[in-house]
């Protein structure tokens, strides 16, 4: 191995605590699927008693990246870490899989290819293509589990947001100027998000500028590629640079958690003074801007999703909880069980692991159900999108929204009453 685990992997005393915290475990109930046992595996790898091959590609795969473990375990391993470093080991021994290999190289460094992407999708939604495709029943026949894979694809605007909205959202005397950084899925997705933070933040006098940027990089950081993960920070860092503003604002908990990564990636101190400034926005709201609405009697019951990404960031799982109980009485916030629970989504997992991650997502939707929310909210737009699809998928009508569109509601409910 080309990184030296050494003192990481010697912590872990094989104590098995892990088991009880890994999601994937609870579904597989295989040791290669918790902490403990990739850590042996990743032992006998640095040892050379082992040699990459697909079963161990596929074992270290199979992994959420959601640090639940790490979270957990008594002697401080950063198993999720160690994946990813084994993963990016595999990448320098066998290379990526051929299609992750494109859409690295050809699709993530160019912003102009992914709102191609993007209109081509939204054509193939709107245009009754997608019906017609569906009703022939042609995807169930095609490789790679293709039918559930496009089953997920939420429904996508067209219009990318970034493209839709001024670069420099000035307001009268600002108390405070952010850049905004709006993440893939915002900006080709759901732009009502993109549209709620600009509302919430106007409202609150409060200039946004939404500079050129690219997407966070954690597609091909969460496959151990490096060369492009790089890449986007770099480009992302420079076009942030020099913007003189208080904060960084973030409306995507991956993408946050991504931004916290490229100074270690980089190996660079602006990096570092950089991404000092990054903030999520529910966290933003209550701790720098404290907001208070005066929402009215609506009395709807509305529960949280904690991102795995965001959960561990200062006010990560307080902050969003604020916000949702600051709009009472207009939205009832009711805490679920397992409400910081792994969605299942992780990425592109929820690609790569349709049936597992869809299992994992179960536990979610009952735990959702059993909540009796009419609305379940969260801060990241992939936790979103497979919240969406699994209750969907399970017949439960739960709307599913990030909280800055609740937020937004409540302003306008205001304005209007
Ligand atoms: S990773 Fe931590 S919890 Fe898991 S076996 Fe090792 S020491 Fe125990
Ligand atoms: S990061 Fe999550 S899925 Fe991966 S081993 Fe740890 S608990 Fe299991």
Not at 160 to 177: C, G, I
Not at 213 to 226: D, F, H, I, K, N
Not at 348 to 376: D, G, M, P, R, W
Request: with cysteine.
């Amino acid at each position: 191995m080309t990184n030296n685990y050494q003192e990481i992997l010697k912590k872990c005393s094989r104590c098995g605590g892990c088991q009880a915290h890994c999601p994937l475990y609870a579904e597989r109930g295989r040791e290669p699927y918790v902490a403990r046992g990739k850590i042996e595996l990743m032992e006998n790898l640095e040892a050379n008693n082992l040699e990459w091959n697909d079963k161990l590609a596929q074992i270290f795969s199979t992994c959420l990246l959601c640090g639940s473990c790490s979270e957990n375990c008594p002697n401080g391993v950063e198993a999720d870490k160690l994946v990813r470093l084994a993963r990016k080991d595999l990448v320098l021994a066998r290379g990526l899989p051929i299609i992750k290999k494109n859409v690295f190289q050809h699709l993530l460094k160019y912003n102009g290819r992914l709102k191609t992407v993007g209109k081509l999708l939204a054509f193939y939604q709107k245009s009754g293509l997608q019906k017609i495709v569906r009703g022939t029943g042609i995807l169930n026949l095609m490789p790679m589990d293709l039918a559930r894979k496009e089953s997920i694809l939420p429904s996508i605007s067209g219009r990318a947001f970034r493209d839709t909205v001024s670069a420099r959202n000035t307001v009268e005397n600002p108390k405070l100027k952010v850049a905004y950084f709006t993440g893939c899925i915002t900006n080709l997705v759901n732009p009502q998000v993109g549209i709620s933070v600009l509302e919430v933040l106007g409202t609150h006098n409060v200039e946004v500028i939404i500079p050129e940027q690219y997407c966070c990089g954690v597609p091909a950081l969460a496959s151990g590629e490096t060369e492009v993960t790089k890449f986007l920070a770099t480009e992302n860092i420079k076009y942030f640079t020099n913007l003189d503003v208080d904060y960084i604002i973030m409306d995507c908990a991956t993408c946050l958690s991504t931004w916290l990564e490229y100074p270690e990636l980089l190996e660079s101190e602006e990096a570092g003074k950089l991404t000092g400034k990054v903030i999520d926005i529910n966290r933003f709201l209550v701790e720098i801007l404290d907001i208070k609405l005066k929402p009215r009697e609506l009395g709807i019951m509305v529960t949280y999703h904690d991102p795995c990404h965001l959960k561990r960031t200062p006010g990560g799982k307080t902050s969003p909880r604020e916000v949702l109980k600051g709009l009472s009485p207009s939205y009832e916030f009711v805490e679920m069980e397992l409400a910081d629970r792994c969605c299942g989504s992780a990425g592109s997992f929820n690609l790569t692991h349709y049936e597992l991650s869809q299992k994992v997502a179960h536990h979610k939707v009952e735990a959702i159900k059993a909540s009796k929310a009419q609305i379940v909210t969260s801060s990241c737009p992939s936790c979103i999108m497979q919240l969406n699809h699994s209750l969907k998928n399970n017949n439960i009508d739960v709307e599913v929204k990030h909280t800055i569109e609740l937020v937004a509601d409540c302003l306008k409910a205001n304005s209007l009453s």
